[in-house]
């Protein structure tokens, strides 16, 4: 069964890139900011190996803020999954970020190019990094304090979060570029269903290497960018979300990276639900799943990451 679901998700990614082409963009420079809402690029011009110039080949945030004198000093970055296929911006993007804006945090949904168009490991990381950057270094604009720059991600959005959490780059004093002389290590982690296995040894469910025709590199990227290898002491505060019976991406992917945090002294947190599909962002309504936001403003309060 779980071959087979994983099998409709790859399908299911393949027919959404197909539609994104024409509808899921997120164009830098449109005007919304009547709507409090505005897309920036993440480099004013072509972004490192960009192969064209279509909004697939600009990397983009879109911030969103809260309600004009609730803000909390506080900033999300979030990064919808999708298999790196698509961006699932609605669901894991835009409802997240209306959940953070609501309780006074900066938000910025990333749009990370994506493997389906050509852009293989590392660089939606390149995107990650700098998207976090961006925010560290305008922190001052947005009203954000600099140790208060958190990161959440959904399945493959998780992979891309707990990347940028454990391969950070501290900036580069030297640049030219304010923004890359800022660290991109993010304050603390949220992960949602995080396809945390999505490049490594086991083929027995989705992978990324055979999804996207990379065999051949797999050992490499195995060993370069699977986020249960690279944690360290270092490593940002994480929480951690998942279901039992979730048959996408197994849980014991969110076990292993959990248990590679604890090993490091790394303080988080992990709630697995004993049912629920792969998918089901902040609840959908699930009267069990819908408590896990709950536990997370919980875990945000705790840290003091809920007010000033």
């Not at 959404?16 to 919304?32: E, F, K, L, Q, R």
């Not at 699977?226 to 048959?247: A, C």
Request: hydrophobic share 40%; glycine share 10%; with cysteine.
């Amino acid at each position: 069964m779980r071959n087979l679901l994983a099998v409709l998700f790859a399908s299911l990614v393949v027919a959404a890139v197909g539609h994104a082409d024409t509808t899921s963009c997120a164009i830098p420079g449109t005007n919304n900011d009547f709507l409090g809402v505005q897309t920036v690029r993440l480099w004013p011009g072509p972004a490192p190996q960009a192969t064209g110039t279509t909004c697939f080949d600009i990397p983009a945030i879109t911030i969103m803020g809260p309600r004009e004198g609730s803000g909390n000093g506080s900033a999300i970055v979030i990064f919808p999954g999708g298999g790196y296929g698509m961006l699932a911006g609605d669901l894991e993007g835009r409802e997240v970020a209306d959940w953070f804006t609501s309780r006074g945090f900066m938000a910025f949904i990333v749009s990370y190019r994506l493997t389906s168009h050509g852009y293989v490991m590392p660089v939606p990381l390149l995107d990650a990094r700098r998207a976090i950057q961006t925010v560290r270094a305008r922190a001052a604009d947005y009203h954000i304090a600099t140790d208060r720059i958190g990161v959440i991600g959904f399945s493959a959005g998780g992979h891309l979060a707990a990347l940028a959490s454990t391969e950070p780059v501290p900036g580069d004093p030297e640049s030219d570029d304010a923004i890359a002389r800022v660290s991109s290590r993010p304050d603390f982690v949220v992960l949602g269903y995080p396809w945390l296995g999505a490049i490594g040894p086991d083929m027995d469910h989705l992978n990324y290497c055979k999804q996207y025709n990379l065999m051949a590199q797999c050992a490499q990227l195995t060993q370069d960018y699977s986020p249960d290898l690279h944690v360290t002491k270092d490593t940002p505060p994480t929480f951690i979300y998942h279901t039992f019976d979730d048959e996408t991406v197994p849980v014991e992917q969110s076990l292993r990276y959990y248990d590679a945090l604890v090993k490091a002294g790394v303080q988080s947190e992990l709630h697995v639900f004993a049912h629920g599909e792969h998918g089901s962002g902040l609840g959908k309504g699930d009267p069990s799943l819908d408590q896990w936001p709950a536990l997370l403003e919980n875990w945000l309060r705790a840290r003091g990451l809920m007010g000033h």
